[in-house]
């Protein structure tokens, strides 16, 4: 048998950016970019559409699909979502606490949409082309190469073992969980206060709200994490349990027969699951939750998941990544008029892509709480503190809305309620301190059943 030839040599193709990856940031940001006048290159290993997790979207991103000119699209394969509903094991007298975006401080967006990432990611990568950008699926960056004060060498390969070599004046790391650069460079760091686990499927016959509520993301907790159950526009349901990773690590049977078992232990969503059918795989991936060094240096910008992703509780995930492409965007337009400004640019970067990473990770670290837990299950608008959750639940962090206030008032209160309930409160900080140090493998890759 004769060994597989190596890829040939490719002739050198200029651009003025090339974007790895073509999920929601590395299409916003080629579609940006791209309308600006400059030359973008998209190159993305699979083939859209493709599955991927993180169906539930918040308000403030429908000001970035409107940029993009592609709400009418979303709104065709979205179901609205008005709100998010919080369920808790441990407050069974209780009703579930629903959170309705129409009542944040800034009410002008009131809802926003679950959809199926395949048609989503889809939507904002044809966009991307639209506005002008090359893109190419089933490419494969392999390695990059950045000469100080000059252009920088990308190389690629396509699904037919095809060699790729673009010359570009700007790379824009997109590749989100691959996290091409951040593993080029050594700087991937799992969380060292919140390593998550997480495993999840598609389903239908799952039992839906009723009314305006039908399309609401509920959230359950349990024993060993959370869940979530996202409802899509066809009656289908996205169920799946974030955990700590010792638990996901305990598994000795199949992962499709775990997720089953793991429902079993949360009585409301296995009520809601009663005749439900699985229709996709199961998927599990382990230790969640990481972060790059850094997100920028000379001529590259690491933007979306290929810089960092947290619990995503708070579904957060889409639009940190499309709000940092959004800033990105700015940043290699304005770099690429005048190189002079790139270290002020950067700066200003980095602040705002950190500033609301911060802001979330401040409450999906006490998610598990007993304190936490309470304060969402009996929302009070007390110090307009009800609204300034609504306002972080909308991703409303990056305008002008006063939400500073009402979130440091809820702190404030979490702090009192943590210390009238100390013993508890400090029982659960030591047991997930001590699941954080049970878990200190190197991250697994993700697999399906």
Known sequence: ????????????????????????????????????????????????????????????????????G??????????????????SMYHNDRQPAVYYFGRALDQGFPYAFEVKRADFDQILFRNAARCGAKTHEGARVTNVEFRDGQTSIVDAVDEHGQAQRWEARYVVDASGRGTFLASKFDIKRRNPDHRSAAVFGHFKNVERRPGLDEGNISLYWFDH????????????????????????????VGVEQFLLDTVALCPPVAARMNNAELISPVTATGN???????????????????FAFIDPVFSSGVLL????????????????????CEAHEIRRFNRIVR????????????????AMRSM????????????????????DLFRSTPIRTPLFMFK???RIAFLLNLRDNLAARRRRRQSLAMTSAPARSEGTA
């Open 321 to 340: 990544g499309m709000n940092s492409a959004l800033q990105g965007a700015e940043v290699v337009d304005k770099v690429l008029k005048d190189p002079a």
């Open 70 to 87: 592609v709400m009418d699209e979303v709104e065709q394969i979205g179901i609205r979502k008005y709100g998010a509903e919080f369920n």
């Open 288 to 306: 969640y939750s990481y972060k790059a060094d850094h997100m920028a240096g000379r001529g590259y910008l690491l933007v979306g998941d290929a």
């Open 1 to 68: 048998m004769h060994a597989s030839a190596a890829p040939q040599p490719a002739p050198t193709q200029h651009c003025d950016v090339l974007v790895i990856g073509g999920g929601p940031a590395g299409s916003t940001i080629s579609a940006l970019l791209a309308r600006k006048g400059w030359q973008v290159v998209t190159l993305e290993k699979d083939h859209h559409p493709r599955f991927h997790i993180g169906e539930s979207l918040l308000p403030m991103n429908l000001p970035i699909l409107a940029e993009l």
């Open 225 to 252: 994490g959370w869940f979530w159950m996202i409802p899509f526009k066809d009656g289908t349901m996205s169920v799946g349990a974030v955990c700590w990773p010792y638990y996901l690590e305990s598994r000795t």
């Open 376 to 395: 969402f299950m009996s929302p009070r608008n007390t110090f307009r503190m009800e609204q300034g959750i609504l306002s972080l639940l909308a991703g």
């Open 412 to 414: 404030l209160v979490y």
């Open 355 to 370: 500033h609301g990473i911060r802001y979330f990770s401040w409450f999906i670290y006490r998610i598990t709480q007993p």
